[in-house]
């Protein structure tokens, strides 16, 4: 075996990504060493290549990849809940200065990791981690989802609202997801009523489908004005607002003026701060429990991008072509 791997590098901001050789790292106490099989890409890697996410911490040169499934290969001391031929996946790295996933070898702190599910392939749980630890992380840590209640997704086509529009339907929710026309069938298929944001105000669909109480949960995955509108949709008194992107400046007079209340999430926590990290794998467990029960599914682009063809994997995303997760086949299994 080469001391040696190939990976993928972001030198400098705004530049493309270069393809060199770095040393296999090894793993310490309570780490694992994983054979990449394959990275998912968040439009937050592109974010941070570009120089557009410092909350992300990752200084360069880096090698980017916050989602990985891969197989282990070492297991340092401390560690016994994995073991050499597990099949793993997690939230595992690419921010905080933490390696990445596009590079055949990553070493990863294993409270980040779980097994991967049994049903699908590993291309395909590279998919999962980020968007499911994000809808999990509002949706049942924050907001107790509960059968019953009425959930309302803002941005239900893309990957964060998709996942949250099945676990909350795993939680035995009566769920509505708002889009474009275009998201209509997508969403209609995940089991949520949609809801055209373009010809439907909000007034409008909160009489229709809560006769005007409002909804129990809103998860707003779009930020802006849409976080505004999460505000004016929610049940008063015991609604719960959730937002993953709460940028820009709000108003919170209209939730207060419903005694209504507000979670924001952020899913890099743990790889930044090193706490809660082992929360993280148990999400990941609960997330192969429902895949391999048929209760979540993946959703990934049709076109296949190697490690040495990440910039035209970005170059895909940023030109809005791809039409569900894009991941890079980083090893054959």
């Given amino acids: 075996m080469s001391d ?12 493309p990504l270069e393809s060199i050789q770095l040393p296999i790292p090894m793993p310490g106490p309570g780490q694992v060493r994983v054979k990449v099989v394959a990275s998912g890409v968040n439009p937050l890697d592109i974010k941070i290549s570009s120089g557009k996410a410092p909350h992300a911490q990752h200084p360069f040169p880096a090698v980017l990849g916050l989602d990985s499934a ?5 297991v340092g001391s401390r560690v016994d809940q994995f073991q050499p031929g597990d099949r793993v996946y997690g939230l595992t790295g690419g921010v905080g200065g933490h390696q990445g996933s596009l590079a055949e070898y990553q070493v990863v702190d294993a409270d980040l990791l779980a097994k991967a599910p049994e049903s699908i392939s590993l291309r395909e749980a590279a ?3 980020l968007i499911f630890i994000t809808a999990w992380e509002g949706l049942v840590d924050r907001a107790r989802v509960s059968k019953g209640q009425k959930v309302l997704v803002h941005g239900g086509a893309g990957g964060v609202g998709r996942m949250a529009i099945q676990i909350a339907r795993a939680h035995g929710a009566d769920v509505y997801a708002t889009g474009r026309d275009r998201d209509a069938n997508p969403i209609r298929e995940l089991g949520a009523t949609p809801i055209n944001f373009e010809v439907t105000t909000v007034e409008a669909y909160v009489n229709q489908y809560t006769d005007g109480e ?7 995955t779009v930020g802006s004005e849409v976080l505004d509108n999460a505000f004016k949709a929610v049940k008063a008194y ?3 607002v959730v937002s993953c992107l709460g940028w820009g400046t709000h108003s919170l007079a209209p939730l207060s003026f ?3 209340t507000y979670s924001g999430v952020f899913t890099l926590m743990p790889l930044l701060t090193g706490k809660a990290r082992a929360h993280h794998g148990e999400i990941m467990r609960q997330a192969a429990k429902l895949v391999d029960s048929g209760q979540i599914g993946v959703f ?3 076109s296949r991008f190697g490690l040495s063809q990440i910039n035209q994997a970005y170059q895909h995303v940023i030109a809005g072509l791809a039409r569900g997760k894009v991941v890079i086949d980083v090893a054959d299994v």
């Fill in 214 to 220: 409002g909804f129990d949960i809103v998860y707003d």
């Fill in 4 to 15: 040696t791997m190939n990976a993928v590098v972001a030198e400098q901001i705004d530049a």
């Fill in 258 to 260: 419903k005694g209504a």
């Fill in 300 to 302: 990934q682009d049709s």
């Fill in 70 to 74: 891969g197989i282990v290969d070492l």
């Fill in 238 to 240: 015991t609604g719960h």
């Fill in 127 to 129: 998919s999962i981690p």
